[in-house]
């Protein structure tokens, strides 16, 4: 029945499949952050990280982030503070939080995204915005038939 209702893409009263994240809720938001920033000290990021974490947890979340090999630590010339950024390019875990999202809270269903993002009663969407939008799909339209 579940895989019945995942194939029309009725979800009635089901919870949506949550997209696995293999870091911890602080881990994510240190990472969105570092996205963000571009770069960042830990007393950089200490200030803009959700709940005001003490500098030590801080400093020993971004030592994980290392271990994990997800970031990097270099300490500029005469800096006493180390500096830290995403190894991976922003582009890339772009495209890895919007397949989170549409997983967790759309079914995994790109239609269910864009429908929300177009419903009037939510945002106003320009003109220009809305013949982009036809232009990109008129684009996949053309790639997807060859």
Not at 18 to 37: I, N
Not at 40 to 65: C, F, H, I, K, W
Not at 82 to 100: M, T
């Amino acid at each position: 029945m579940l895989a019945r209702r995942a194939a029309t893409g009725q979800n009635h009263g089901v919870m949506p499949r949550v997209a696995h994240d293999p870091l911890t809720k602080k881990e994510r938001q240190a990472m969105d952050l570092l996205h963000s920033m571009g770069r960042a000290t830990a007393a950089e990021l200490q200030e803009r990280m959700p709940d005001t974490p003490n500098y030590s947890a801080v400093r020993a979340l971004l030592g994980v982030l290392v271990d994990k090999n997800l970031v990097t630590a270099t300490q500029p010339e005469g800096a006493r503070a180390y500096v830290y950024a995403p190894k991976e390019p922003a582009h890339k875990a772009r495209k890895g939080a919007l397949n989170r999202l549409v997983t967790t809270f759309f079914g995994g269903s790109p239609v269910e995204l864009m429908a929300n993002l177009l419903d009037p009663a939510e945002r106003k969407i320009s003109g220009a915005e809305i013949e982009r939008l036809q232009k990109l799909i008129d684009e996949h339209k053309r790639r997807k038939g060859k």
